[in-house]
């Protein structure tokens, strides 16, 4: 077996090196990762300029793009054979609720499932790395428990999110849902050494949706939250209401 490896923290990050020594115990590792930080690059690929692969050690590229650029490049050229997994973090962060739209690791591994192949995003709860070979090896878990009784089929997108907790009081394994989030805050203003007006974006709002059920209950009550992702943005709901909104010929076209 040969995994793919990717993060949105950048290739020399301890939980991609974490990750990568886990998923040796699989198969063969690549690790193909952003040069710097790409945290909230979402599924963005870099079109305006080449990108650089470099070969930092055996089988590990630092990439000068997005977490995206590097599975899409790892699958389109720089790699000689498809891999069958693709594995991304573990991030330094949550990823959970509408996190998941902005996540640079979960963009890598969306960017593999769409390349066919079954894919994972790891993220721990908090930020700093605690407990970080407990995450490591809850990684290694669920990856053997998916390769074992996952059956034949279409791929599949997971998002994980590990409690930063010792592994032998995590609470178990839930699958859920995506929770929510309240609308972010509002941007912080500053003045720059040159007298201009910058903003930092505020932070993230606090939970909506955090029933049980949701990612958001499950890491909360120390379990390891698993998702399982769709990429299908269609509002099926509003399809039919949609098409009453709308007259089939445009205005500028009657009668012509």
Same mark, same amino acid.
């Given at each position: 077996?040969?995994?793919?490896?990717?993060?949105?923290?950048?290739?020399?990050?301890?939980?991609?090196?974490?990750?990568?020594?886990?998923?040796?115990?699989?198969?063969?590792?690549?690790?193909?990762?952003?040069?710097?930080?790409?945290?909230?690059?979402?599924?963005?690929?870099?079109?305006?300029?080449?990108?650089?692969?470099?070969?930092?050690?055996?089988?590990?590229?630092?990439?000068?793009?997005?977490?995206?650029?590097?599975?899409?490049?790892?699958? +389109?050229?720089?790699?000689? #054979?498809?891999?069958?997994?693709?594995?991304?973090?573990?991030? !330094?962060?949550?990823?959970?609720?509408?996190?998941?739209?902005?996540?640079?690791?979960?963009?890598?591994?969306?960017?593999?499932?769409?390349?066919?192949?079954?894919?994972?995003?790891? #993220?721990?709860?908090?930020?700093?790395?605690?407990?970080?070979?407990?995450?490591?090896?809850?990684?290694?878990?669920?990856?053997?428990?998916?390769?074992?009784?996952?059956?034949?089929?279409?791929?599949?997108?997971?998002?994980?999110?590990?409690?930063?907790?010792?592994?032998?009081?995590?609470?178990?394994?839930?699958?859920?849902?995506?929770?929510?989030?309240?609308?972010?805050?509002?941007?912080?203003?500053?003045?720059?050494?040159?007298?201009?007006?910058?903003?930092?974006?505020?932070?993230?709002?606090?939970?909506?949706?955090?029933?049980?059920? +949701?990612?958001?209950?499950? +890491?909360?009550?120390?379990?390891? !939250?698993?998702?399982?992702?769709?990429?299908?943005?269609?509002?099926?709901?509003?399809? #039919?209401?949609?098409? +009453?909104?709308?007259?089939?010929?445009?205005?500028?076209?009657?009668?012509?």
């Amino acid at each position: 077996m040969h995994i793919l490896i990717s993060n949105d923290d950048g290739y020399s990050a301890r939980g991609i090196q974490a990750l990568a020594a886990a998923m040796g115990a699989f198969g063969e590792v690549t690790v193909c990762a952003p040069e710097h930080n790409q945290s909230g690059a979402s599924n963005s690929l870099t079109l305006q300029m080449p990108l650089r692969a470099t070969e930092v050690a055996h089988n590990v590229f630092a990439v000068s793009g997005t977490p995206s650029d590097c599975v899409h490049l790892a699958f +389109t050229g720089l790699l000689r #054979s498809k891999p069958d997994l693709v594995v991304s973090g573990i991030n !330094s962060g949550a990823n959970m609720g509408d996190d998941t739209m902005y996540s640079g690791t979960v963009a890598a591994a969306v960017e593999g499932f769409q390349f066919g192949v079954d894919a994972i995003a790891f #993220s721990q709860i908090d930020r700093g790395w605690m407990e970080l070979e407990s995450a490591a090896r809850v990684a290694s878990d669920i990856v053997r428990q998916f390769l074992e009784r996952k059956s034949s089929g279409e791929p599949v997108l997971l998002n994980v999110n590990i409690p930063n907790m010792p592994y032998s009081v995590l609470s178990g394994v839930q699958v859920t849902r995506l929770g929510r989030r309240h609308s972010a805050g509002g941007v912080f203003e500053e003045i720059d050494p040159r007298g201009e007006k910058v903003y930092w974006l505020g932070r993230a709002g606090d939970p909506k949706d955090q029933g049980p059920g +949701t990612d958001f209950y499950a +890491t909360a009550h120390g379990f390891v !939250s698993v998702s399982p992702l769709q990429i299908d943005l269609t509002q099926y709901s509003q399809l #039919s209401p949609a098409a +009453t909104w709308f007259d089939e010929a445009l205005p500028g076209r009657e009668g012509a």
